[in-house]
């Protein structure tokens, strides 16, 4: 089972009861605008939660002061000690810190308990607030994809093709920053 505490935050597995909190946040527009995923039903997200139960690669991100879930956080390893990693806020708490605060965690975990390698995640242009975070906590800009991939259609059933940032971050950069 993961936990992991900051000064003002709690990291840990997924428990039933975080359903409504995940919903406020993945039943939004805005939160599936840069996304594969259209807006969750309340369906959809007690469902991801059920799968995300004992599944210790899916996190959530509770505040102390309040036992509130304001986001999520997940890995996956792929081959040559490299992880793949993603993430999900609540944007009424947003602009605080927060997600750079967990995903430090995040990167931590991964690189000195799994002994990563080697960490990248892809990234929409469009979604300024996540490539920023990236850059803050360290990770390199790697390669720009131009029309890579097409999660939505538009009105006419055509593919809306996005283009995607790659960001990196190796396990001896993230030492000489920490």
């Not at 003002?8 to 995923?37: C, G």
């Not at 939660?49 to 509770?62: H, P």
């Amino acid at each position: 089972m993961i936990h992991y505490e900051t000064d003002r935050l709690i990291l840990r597995n997924y428990k039933p009861e975080d359903v409504k909190d995940y919903f406020e946040y993945m039943s939004l527009a805005s939160t599936a605008l840069h996304e594969d995923f259209e807006p969750y039903s309340m369906g959809d997200c007690t469902q991801a939660v059920n799968e995300r139960l004992l599944d210790d690669s899916f996190w959530v991100v509770v505040l102390k002061e309040n036992n509130k879930v304001i986001g999520d956080l997940c890995f996956r390893k792929n081959d040559y000690e490299t992880y793949e990693i993603a993430y999900d806020f609540n944007a009424c708490y947003g602009r605080r810190g927060y997600a750079t605060e967990a995903c430090k965690v995040l990167v931590t975990h991964i690189f000195s308990v799994l002994n990563g390698r080697r960490l990248y995640v892809g990234c929409n242009e469009d979604n300024e607030s996540s490539w920023h975070l990236l850059e803050r906590l360290g990770f390199r800009r790697e390669a720009y994809c131009i029309e890579d991939v097409a999660f939505k259609k538009d009105t006419h059933g055509n593919p809306i093709y996005v283009n995607i940032y790659f960001y990196a971050l190796l396990s001896k950069e993230w030492n000489a920053i920490i």
